[in-house]
Nanobody, 120 residues
Framework: QVQLVESGGGLVQAGGSLRLSCAASGSIFSIDTMAWYRQAPGKQRELVARIASGGSTNYADSVKGRFTISRDNVKNTEYLQMNSLKPEDTAVYYC??????????????WGQGTQVTVSS
């Protein structure tokens, strides 16, 4: 069974850095788009960054120049390097991947979420 497991969240002061990781495991044939979303209290889940299988990236305007998304296609893992963190970056961060399992159809998968808290 395919699953995404996140790690790397925590508490950091404003201006600090964190690196999130998300590893896909199970019987995987291929992984297309990978991404990070976040959801702050009382707000809708929003796209933070997205990376295609070929490596092209997109970022939310609010994180451009501060966050970097990357992926390791051998390890089936994506990363989110977050620098110059601000209190408004506080949220639960979810990883996402569009995966084709070896014995099933392509579908969307989500991680369990990891809390990122930025103190002022």
């Amino acid at each position: 069974q395919v699953q995404l497991v996140e790690s790397g969240g925590g508490l950091v002061q404003a201006g600090g850095s964190l690196r999130l990781s998300c590893a896909a495991s199970g019987s995987i044939f291929s992984i297309d788009t990978m991404a990070w979303y976040r959801q702050a209290p009382g707000k809708q889940r929003e796209l933070v960054a997205r990376i295609a299988s070929g490596g092209s990236t997109n970022y939310a305007d609010s994180v451009k120049g501060r966050f970097t998304i990357s992926r390791d296609n051998v390890k089936n893992t994506e990363y989110l390097q977050m620098n110059s963190l601000k209190p408004e970056d506080t949220a639960v961060y979810y990883c996402y991947a569009r995966i084709t399992p070896r014995s099933s159809y392509v579908r969307d998968y989500w991680g369990q979420g990891t809390q990122v808290t930025v103190s002022s």
